[in-house]
């Protein structure tokens, strides 16, 4: 018998999970139940004026951004700037990062993250707003918290 994370994946292009968060949509491709905790994988869209998330620093696993469409505005811990299609942005523990979309179109990109597990911040918010809490910056740094995620 095969062991289920040593077997290849194929996801088609609307597959995966699909977890929508404060205008941001994170369609996972891959989760840590699909890479035994490893990696994660998402394709994500932020519509004009939305943030993706304020500068923060993640202190257990590292993130990888990379641009498919659109221009991303991104904060690299010591300004912002702007990320186009092809640019990607490293954002391993400690380093501070934020994203947003100061354009008038939609952005599309790709996060990975190592290792897996980070998928559940999302989960969790999702969760709560859906039960009826509002998105605050307190609810979403009590969320961050759990993750060891912290502000910049």
Do not use: W
């Not at 040593?6 to 292009?13: E, T």
């Not at 990379?66 to 505005?73: K, M, Q, S, W």
């Amino acid at each position: 018998m095969v062991d289920p994370v040593k077997k290849a994946l194929l996801r088609r292009p609307d597959e995966g999970e699909m977890i929508r968060v404060g205008g941001v949509d994170h369609l996972f491709k891959l989760t840590g139940a699909d890479t035994g905790g490893r990696f994660a994988m998402e394709e994500f869209t932020l519509a004009p004026g939305i943030v993706g998330a304020r500068p923060h620093v993640h202190h257990g696993h590292d993130e990888y951004f990379y641009v498919l469409e659109g221009e991303l505005t991104v904060h690299d811990g010591e300004g912002e700037v702007t990320a186009g299609p092809g640019h990607s942005l490293s954002a391993v523990r400690g380093a501070p990062h934020g994203y947003r979309n100061a354009g008038d179109s939609p952005v599309r990109g790709l996060c990975l993250y190592t290792p897996a597990g980070y998928e559940d911040y999302f989960r969790q918010v999702h969760a709560a707003v859906d039960a009826g809490a509002e998105l605050t910056e307190s609810l979403l740094a009590e969320f961050r918290s759990r993750f060891r995620t912290t502000p910049f």
